[in-house]
């Protein structure tokens, strides 16, 4: 009997951390000032020789929600309205989202996302891009012990370059209260 019960709990930890397919097509972007061409919005700054951060492109920043579900578990919420803010640019969603951002590598801004249940359960939270490049170097270091760590750790620390590594925001998971 005790086999069939831990099955069972390891079947609902699997089943609770199940995430909700991303079936609509990204978000753009909505730029606060003239001058964006596209999702770049220091487009027109660039052009002028103003000194601005390096357009590397667009990334995709998904975007979730948590709370007490329907049912009384706690699970992924769906259709959930949000809002995300950089002071660049704002975008506007509903759980889960794909929202296609700008990529400035290190200079890309801290995105303020808020989301507001239709009964009035609500969250927020601010995320900031993140090294990729010296993430996976630190990786590698992991498994090395404590002296192999601190070298090859030194060793990254020499090599890091924010012009040439790679930065993206995390995936997000805003809980609703």
Known sequence: ????LCLGGALMTVVACTQAEVTTPPVAIQPKAPGAVGIDVYARDRAAGNPVPRFRGQETLIVRTTGKTAGGGF?????????????????SL??????N???YGPNSPALFIRCV????RSGSTTINTFNV?????????AGTGLLGAIVIGAVNAANTNPEK?????????????
């Open 101 to 103: 951002v700008p990529d």
């Open 94 to 99: 509903r759980t889960p989202a794909n929202v």
């Open 133 to 141: 490049t010296a993430r996976e170097r630190g990786n590698a270091a």
């Open 1 to 4: 009997m005790l086999r069939w």
């Open 117 to 120: 249940h239709p009964d009035g």
């Open 165 to 177: 590594d790679e930065f993206k925001y995390p995936a997000v998971t805003i809980p609703l209260k």
């Open 75 to 91: 699970g992924e919420l769906t259709g959930v309205p949000c809002t995300l803010d950089s002071g660049l640019y704002t975008a």
